[in-house]
Structure formats: structure tokens, C-alpha cells
């Protein structure tokens, strides 16, 4: 299969030409067709699967058969998050670059004035997150009547985040008659339900089946003293000179006070949450994808969406509450095919957190301690006066150290490299798009 067998223009081809990718993905093979035959589309797809060169190429090709830009967007492409808008703007400016669709981006966090300029100025393709696309339809600053396909990016990322009544309100402003195109990486009741009132006889084009990412990466945990991650993970970071690592933390705050952490031990790193400006987020983005900033800390709902191509390395330095958020974080590493290492540094009160996670998984997570960072007594005492209080353990009974089977870690399948020290540096010529 090539991407000269999927019915592309001969102007988009070469603009995938020129971006050196091989093969289509096969959400792309897939979902191509059936988007430039006019169909609508319910896709479980991941970020990291190709997915955005999916839609975004039938889409202008769509678009550029009517013949002439028009002034009114014709094209709506919701995301979830502001990077997430600004990576596929940035998509379907290098897809489109020969030819003559206007795109325009607008999000959050950032003055009105620039995006109502570009707005009056004439767009084609209109790439938005919710709240600020509503804030412009109610200044009457963008008129949405004439929209013909409608994209929505990562959708259960959107119900997960409270869009769901924008993205109704935003439905009335469209008109009835339109191409659908939903995007999801996981089908909850909630999405089906979405799905069912937007789609009309869709095409569906599956090739999330939630664990495929996670199943590409090398995945493997330390138990470790809560108080003790931030030197075990500055420890780690020298010791097997990883050059690019995103980390992600439970909290805005716990990021920031870790990349103060990090920076004290020689490590260049910066925090990245929905606390911090636009330019700060795309500054810190920038830096880490360019080499100057090594270590990158984030929230989940910051991460999601990140367009980082060969990620080597994601570190939980926190477990996620929600088990599926561990997919979707793991899913940073090991894009496209690409190799890549989820570690996990687990304390005692997460216990049950990792246990859920390999529930999920389906497989084992092996748990190895590092030596000098091995939870001490204290810390397993500390931890299960936690357990106390919620009634989980009756008091007298000494903690359980490890989860998994029993205290001496096996390698899952596919994990015998596990040990063998990983120096794996980023991919160079793949940064920075
Ligand atoms: P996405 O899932 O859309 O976030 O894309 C993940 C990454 O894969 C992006 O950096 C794309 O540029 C890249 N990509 C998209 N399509 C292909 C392809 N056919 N071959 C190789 N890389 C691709």
C-alpha cells in the first residue's frame, strides 16, 4: 500500500512527499478512502498513529476540489486542547502548502484581536477548541453556516474534559446537512452516544484496540520511597543520560516543584500545565523539542496531544488515578512505529493504582528496585498508615512490599532487554516538527 493508491491529488501527494513518510498508517489507508468518497466516519484511533494526516488530507483535498477559497470556513476541526489545535494547524498548513486553502487557529489563553483579524481575513479550514470558538460565534466574529466537514480530534478527550454541552451549542450553529468525522481512542458509552446523534450510516475505522501502543513499549517500575522519587528520578536521568524525557506528575503544582527539583540537579527541565501561559506552554514545548530543555514535566491533560515524534522515554512519576490514562501517557513514547520506554516509579500508596493498570494491560509490569533508592521500612510504614485510615489493611499487619507475582520481578513477554542499561538518545532529525 502506498499513498499514491489512495486517490490523493497529485499537489498533496507531494506535500507528503516532502514530509519523508514511507507508507500510509494503516488509520490512513483505511480512513482516506472513505473520507474523500463523502462518507462520515467513527475512527478509534490514538494520537501516534498517523491519525491526524487521516482526516487532515481528504479534508483539504474535499476543499480544494469545490475549486475557490471562500470566506466563511468550510472546514471545522474541534480539538480538545490548545496544542493539540495548534499541532494540527500546523499539520494542515505543511499538508496543504501547495495549495491555496486558508486556515485559521484559534484557542484560549491568548487576545482575541489576532484570531478575529485572520477570521475577517477569510478562512477555509477552521481548526478551534470549544470555549473560544463559542466566545467568537457569540461577537458574531466567525460565521459557522456554510461549514460542510466537521472534524472532532481526540472527542473522548472532549467529553473527559466537560465539552460536551459546547460541542452541542457549537452543533446548532453548523448547518444539519455536513461530512462527520469523530475521532476517538476510546469508546466509552459516552462516545457511542456522541457518535449515535452525529453520524450518519459511518464508516468505522478501528485500529486503537486500546492496549496496541502500549504494547510497543518497553514498560517496567521501581518501587521507591514517595519522598525519594525526585532523586531517584534525577538519578536516573545522569545515569542513563536520557536526553529527552517527558514526566508526568499528578498535579500542576507537584510539576512545578519537580522541575525546580531537576534544575537544582544539573538537569535542564521545565513544567508544562493548563496553570501556565500560552507562550510559556509553547516556549517550554519548543525548548524541549529542540534538546535545550531535557526533562519535561506535565500534567496529563497537558501531554495529551503533544506531537513529539520518537519520544525514547516517558517516566510516571506519579501513577495516574485512571488506569486508561497510563495507556494514553505510554502512547507518548513509541510513535509510528518507533521504539520507546515507559518506567513507572511506584510507592507504597500506588499499589493498587499499578495493579488496576496491568488488570487493564493484560501483563505484567515488572517492578525492580533501584539500589540505594529501596523503599525503606519507614517508608512503608509512613504509607500504611494511609491504608489505615481508609480501613484497608487492619493495623499490626505489616505492608505488602510489591504488587505483581510476588517480590521477585519476572520479565512479561518481550521484556527480557528490560535490565540492559538504555543510553538511547533522541532521534535527532525528527525533533522540532
Ligand atoms: P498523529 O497520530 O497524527 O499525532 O501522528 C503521529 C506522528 O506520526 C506525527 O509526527 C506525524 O507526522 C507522523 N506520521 C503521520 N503519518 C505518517 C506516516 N505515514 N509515516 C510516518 N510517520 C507518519
Known amino acids: ?14 506535500a507528503v512527499a516532502s514530509q519523508r513518510y514511507g507508507r500510509p498508517t494503516p488509520i490512513q489507508a483505511q480512513a482516506i478512502p472513505e473520507i474523500l468518497a463523502g462518507h462520515d466516519l467513527l475512527a478509534g484511533a490514538q494520537t501516534g498513529t498517523g491519525k491526524t494526516a487521516a482526516f487532515v488530507l481528504p479534508l483539504l483535498q474535499r476543499l480544494a476540489d469545490q475549486g475557490h477559497p471562500q470566506r466563511h470556513p468550510r472546514a471545522l476541526i474541534l480539538t480538545p486542547t490548545r496544542e493539540l489545535a ?6 494542515v498548513h505543511a499538508y496543504g502548502i501547495h ?3 486558508r486556515s485559521a487557529i484559534v484557542f484560549g489563553g491568548v487576545g482575541m484581536q489576532p484570531q478575529i483579524d485572520r477570521l475577517q481575513r477569510g478562512v477555509d479550514i477552521l481548526i478551534a477548541t470549544p470555549g473560544r470558538l463559542l466566545d467568537h460565534a457569540g461577537r458574531r466574529t466567525v460565521d459557522l453556516s456554510r461549514v460542510e466537514i466537521l472534524v472532532l480530534d481526540e472527542a473522548d478527550r472532549m467529553l473527559d474534559m466537560g465539552f460536551i454541552h459546547d460541542i452541542k451549542r457549537i452543533l446548532k450553529l453548523i448547518p444539519e446537512r455536513r461530512q462527520n468525522l469523530l475521532f476517538s481512542a476510546t469508546y466509552s458509552d459516552d462516545i457511542r452516544r456522541l457518535a449515535d446523534g452525529l453520524l450518519r450510516h459511518p464508516k468505522i475505522v478501528d485500529v486503537a484496540r486500546r492496549n496496541t501502543a502500549a504494547e ?14 525526585r532523586d531517584l528520578l534525577a538519578h536516573l536521568i545522569h545515569r542513563e543520560g536520557w536526553e529527552q524525557v517527558l514526566v508526568f506528575t499528578r498535579t500542576k503544582h507537584g510539576a512545578n516543584k519537580l522541575a525546580e527539583h531537576l534544575v537544582k540537579d544539573g538537569i535542564t527541565a521545565a513544567a508544562i500545565h493548563g496553570n501556565k501561559s500560552q507562550s510559556a506552554r509553547t516556549r517550554a514545548l519548543d525548548e524541549f523539542k529542540n534538546g535545550s530543555v531535557r526533562a519535561l514535566v506535565a500534567t496529563d491533560i497537558a501531554a495529551r496531544g503533544l506531537d513529539i515524534v520518537n519520544l525514547p522515554q516517558v517516566v510516571n512519576f506519579e501513577l ?7 495507556v494514553h501517557r505510554i502512547g507518548r513514547t513509541g510513535r509510528a512505529g518507533a521504539g520507546g520506554a515507559a518506567l513507572s516509579l511506584v510507592s507504597h500508596d500506588e499499589q493498587a493504582l499499578l495493579k488496576g493498570i496491568q488488570r487493564l494491560l493484560r501483563r505484567e509490569i515488572p517492578l525492580t528496585p533501584v539500589a540505594g533508592f ?3 521500612a519507614a517508608g512503608s510504614v509512613e504509607s500504611a498508615a494511609d491504608d489505615d485510615r ?9 505492608p505488602r512490599r510489591h504488587v505483581g507475582r510476588g517480590d521477585q520481578p519476572r520479565p512479561g513477554p518481550g521484556l527480557a532487554g528490560r535490565s540492559a542499561p538504555r543510553s538511547r538518545r533522541a532521534a535527532p532529525p525528527a525533533r522540532g516538527r
Open 374 to 376: 529501596e523503599p525503606s
Open 320 to 326: 495516574p488515578n485512571v488506569a486508561e490514562d497510563y
Open 86 to 91: 495548534a499541532q494540527v494547524g500546523e499539520r
Open 216 to 229: 510497543a513499549v518497553v514498560q517496567s517500575a521501581h518501587p521507591v520511597d514517595k519522598q525519594r522519587k
Open 390 to 398: 481508609s480501613g484497608a489493611r487492619p493495623s499490626g499487619v505489616p
Open 1 to 14: 500500500m502506498s499513498f499514491d493508491s489512495l486517490g490523493l491529488r497529485a499537489d498533496l501527494l507531494r
Open 99 to 101: 495549495l491555496t486553502l
